[in-house]
């Protein structure tokens, strides 16, 4: 059975930095493109980031681009999503899902405020 | 970015009646490699979203067959043969031909 669990959320202020964690079980993850999608309370759904199996494609969102960075370590089957200069429109539900959407996480909660 | 619009936003249905949400795209879905990666998506309340249908038309594994996608270009359609109580929820487009990737608004299904 296909597992994404992530952690690493919290509480943290302005202008602080936070690292997520999204661990896999179930498949192959290294051969698997992995993205991170946020949801803003009460709100849609936001893609973030994609990193490609290998690691070698990764592309960002704009809203994120420059703050945020996606990584990858397929030795320990684990997704990462550093987060820096967070503001307070990023507190939102993390989600990471594998490839085409087919399977996500329980999502994490990150609260950026003062 | 392609801008994904759904309608209608909000679809109150009666259980066993039909029920259909159009996702039309700003620019069009097909790929170089001639798929159209026109995903779909439900979220239930307080749950994650779980994928129903991929590349149009194709029902993910589980999914009931009341479920069922068409579409193509820039105009997507989900319908629902006969709407269930478990049903209810969000159901939300996505494009995955195009970086970044987008969804639409979201559509909010209700038992009526």
């Known amino acids: 059975e296909v597992q994404l669990v992530e952690s690493g959320g919290g509480l943290v202020q302005p202008g602080g930095s936070l690292r997520l964690a999204c661990a896999a079980s179930?498949?192959?993850?290294?051969?698997?493109?992995m993205n991170w999608v946020r949801q803003a309370p009460g709100k849609g759904l936001e893609w973030l980031s994609y990193?490609?199996?290998?690691?070698?494609?990764?592309i960002y969102a704009d809203s994120v681009k420059g703050r945020f960075t996606i990584s990858r370590d397929n030795a320990k089957n684990s997704l990462y999503l550093q987060m820096n200069s967070l503001r307070a429109e990023d507190t939102a539900v993390y989600y990471c899902?594998?490839?085409?959407?087919?399977?996500w996480g329980q999502g994490t909660l990150v609260t950026v405020s003062s | 970015d392609v801008v994904m619009t759904q309608s209608p936003l909000s679809l109150p249905v009666t259980l066993g009646q039909p029920a259909s949400i159009s996702c039309r795209s700003s620019?069009?879905?097909?790929?170089?490699?001639?798929?159209?990666?026109l995903h779909w998506f439900q979220q239930r309340p307080g749950q994650s979203p779980r994928r129903l249908i991929y590349?149009?038309?194709n029902r993910d594994s589980g999914v009931p067959d009341r479920f069922s996608g068409s579409g193509s270009g820039t105009d997507f359609t989900l319908k629902i043969s006969r709407v269930e109580a478990e049903d209810v929820g969000v159901y939300y487009c996505?494009?995955?031909?195009?970086?970044?990737?987008?969804f639409g608004q979201g559509t909010k299904l209700e038992i009526k």
């Open positions: 996505m494009q995955g031909t195009l970086w970044p990737r987008t």
């Open positions: 620019q069009s879905l097909v790929a170089s490699d001639g798929n159209t990666y």
């Open positions: 990193v490609s199996s290998g690691a070698s494609n990764i």
């Open positions: 179930g498949f192959t993850f290294s051969s698997a493109g």
């Open positions: 899902a594998r490839g085409g959407g087919d399977s």
């Open positions: 590349r149009v038309s």
